[in-house]
Structure formats: structure tokens, C-alpha cells
């Protein structure tokens, strides 16, 4: 499995914002930089909670791992991957119909995106891996389904 959640407490950030520290659930503290971070949905200051969707191995450091979108906490995560056809490509949503006819639409914001996975204004075959938080879907990666 590739895709995760990182998820704690934010416990320190640096006078300039340029690094944060996470302390995440299991126990280890994390310094990140939200430069470092695809896209940010959460505002990050002392004691508020985030969850950070990635690419990558299990943690063990953050060296070989792509932070893709950082959002507020919540109690459960699950990270999802639905094929589809799109049905509508803008500059920052896409909407699709997956294969067993859901509707879903999506928030692009910088999630890595397979060269040529969302060439078209529709029609495109993807496969999406993403997360929801309060209703909206990010993609964590997107690719073609052919």
C-alpha cells in the first residue's frame, strides 16, 4: 500500500512559517515544511490538529515520500480509488462517472497527475485515488485508466 495518512498535532512553527513540527498519533514528532506540502487546507498553527495525505512507504523518515494535500483532522480516514470516465475537466475540479455510475467531483489543487491522465475536457479513463474531508474530494494522485 501506498497511500496514507500522517495525523497529529502541529507543536511548534517557526517565526517565519518555514517549518512546522508534527506530533502525529504514533508518537514520533515530524518537521515539515508546508512548502513541502502539494496543497494546504488547513490553516497550521500551535495545537491544531491536521491530517496529511502521502505517497510513499509507511513512515519511517519523510525522505522518499510525496506530501500531497494537508487538511483538518478527522476521526476517520479512508483513502479511496474509484475508475471512471470524466464528464468535465476544469483549471482546478474534474468531475467523473465511475465505473458503477456514481457522480464524483473532485478538487485538483497540485495532486500528481499521470502525464496525460486528464487530457481532454471529458472522456479521459482514470483511476483516482483520493480522500474526502467535509464533503470534498482531493485527489492524492491521479492516473490513466485504459
Avoid at 517565519?16 to 502539494?38: H, K, N, Q, S, W
Avoid at 464524483?104 to 502525464?115: A, G, M, Q, T, V
Wanted: glycine letters at 8%; a negative charge; one cysteine or more.
Amino acid at each position: 500500500e501506498m497511500y496514507h495518512m500522517l495525523q497529529g498535532t502541529v507543536t511548534k512553527v517557526t517565526g517565519d512559517g518555514e517549518v512546522f513540527t508534527l506530533r502525529a498519533d504514533d508518537g514520533r514528532d515530524y518537521d515539515i515544511r508546508p512548502a513541502d506540502i502539494r496543497d494546504v487546507e488547513v490553516e497550521i498553527a500551535e495545537d491544531v490538529q491536521v491530517a496529511i495525505a502521502y505517497i510513499g512507504a509507511p513512515l519511517g523518515d519523510l525522505k522518499d515520500v510525496t506530501l500531497v494535500v494537508a487538511l483538518p483532522e478527522q476521526e476517520e480516514w479512508s483513502i479511496l480509488t474509484e475508475k471512471g470516465t470524466t464528464t468535465a475537466n476544469a483549471m482546478s475540479s474534474f468531475t467523473m462517472e465511475t465505473d458503477d455510475g456514481q457522480e464524483l467531483s473532485f478538487l485538483k489543487d497540485n495532486c500528481p497527475i499521470e502525464d496525460g491522465a486528464l487530457a481532454g475536457d471529458s472522456g479521459d479513463k482514470l483511476s483516482v485515488t483520493y480522500v474526502n474531508s467535509q464533503g470534498v474530494n482531493y485527489p492524492v494522485e491521479i492516473k490513466s485508466a485504459k
